[in-house]
């Protein structure tokens, strides 16, 4: 083989090595990836079937529901428009409280409960995620928001 060839091939493997470490970088970026959504959302079949997200807005008045004997509570997430329901199981941060901002982590069941993995709550009263509080402020519009996950 003649040095040009060698060359050339050496070449065209570092470029096929590139593309290879670029689509692994790829994936895993997009496997990991988790986008938002309120429940108007979900509700409007907008979130993904089969995948983890987000969802937030404020823990309903009265919802908030603790399973005798286990870590698992249930509550009400609403933004304002329309409410779902979510299931966790787990210790809750010390600022969750009814009536307060929410962003929950997890996948939608087909039962069309929310089974969250990580439960997040704001951390001071002038505090709620960007996503929660345009969430909020599309409902009371009475718009739908876009999602940043389209």
Partial sequence: MKSRHRRFA??????????????????????NLVFFYSPSQVLANEAPVGRPFRIGGMVEQGSLQREKDSLTVRFVVTDTAKAMTVVYT?????????????????????????????????????????????????????GRMQSSGK
């Fill in 10 to 31: 050496w070449i065209i493997a570092g470029l096929v090595a590139i593309g290879v470490a670029v689509a692994l970088v790829l994936n895993a970026f997009n496997s």
């Fill in 90 to 142: 787990g210790l809750l941060p010390d600022l969750f409280k009814e009536g307060k901002g929410v962003v929950a982590q997890g996948t939608l069941g087909k039962d069309g409960v929310f089974r969250a993995s990580e439960v997040l709550a704001k951390h001071d009263e002038n505090y709620m995620p960007p996503e929660a509080a345009a969430a909020i402020e599309q409902a009371h519009k009475g």
